[in-house]
């Protein structure tokens, strides 16, 4: 049996979803380059949680899963690391004993003020390939891809 040819365009590096993914994949490498070797025990995973959770404090583990579109075992794993090194602290839930709630610790904070300079400097860096008008498009165009992207339902079908 002979498959259909499947035309494509332009070249495979040059495809906006392996642009994306590239763009990610080598920002989240050096920020986490640069933080380790400024000995700060924490990975891409970690610091989207830290962020979720100033920005929010005591979000449960199934809220910050679904934010970062991981798994609920996998945030658990997260978690578990950020608590044993005392980034993070989890108090039960006063109306609802079931659910633990997520807060960033002192030590949390501490990190997150040596983290964020590193990771606010790679960015930097990066962007210093557009002249700065076109930062604030750059910013607007993601916004509104996200926005996009958010509109598409999430099962099959819809």
Wanted: charged residues 25%; glycine residues 6%.
């Amino acid at each position: 049996m002979r498959r259909p040819k499947v035309q494509i365009s332009e070249e495979p590096h040059e495809h906006e979803g392996y642009l994306i993914r590239e763009l990610y994949h080598l920002l989240k490498a050096r920020i986490e380059t640069r933080m380790r070797a400024a000995e700060i025990a924490i990975g891409f995973p970690q610091a989207q949680v830290l962020h979720e959770l100033l920005h929010e404090p005591g979000l449960s583990s199934a809220q910050l899963a679904r934010r970062s579109g991981t798994t609920a075992q996998s945030m658990s794993g997260v978690i578990a690391a950020l608590e044993q090194q005392g980034i993070i602290e989890r108090r039960l839930h006063p109306e609802n004993a079931r659910v633990m709630q997520c807060y960033v610790s002192e030590g949390g904070l501490d990190c997150v003020r040596r983290a964020r300079p590193i990771a606010d400097q790679v960015i930097e860096r990066m962007l210093e390939a557009l002249p700065l008008e076109e930062r604030a498009r750059f910013r607007a165009s993601l916004r509104q891809c996200i926005n996009a992207l958010e509109q598409i339902p999430l099962e099959q079908g819809d």
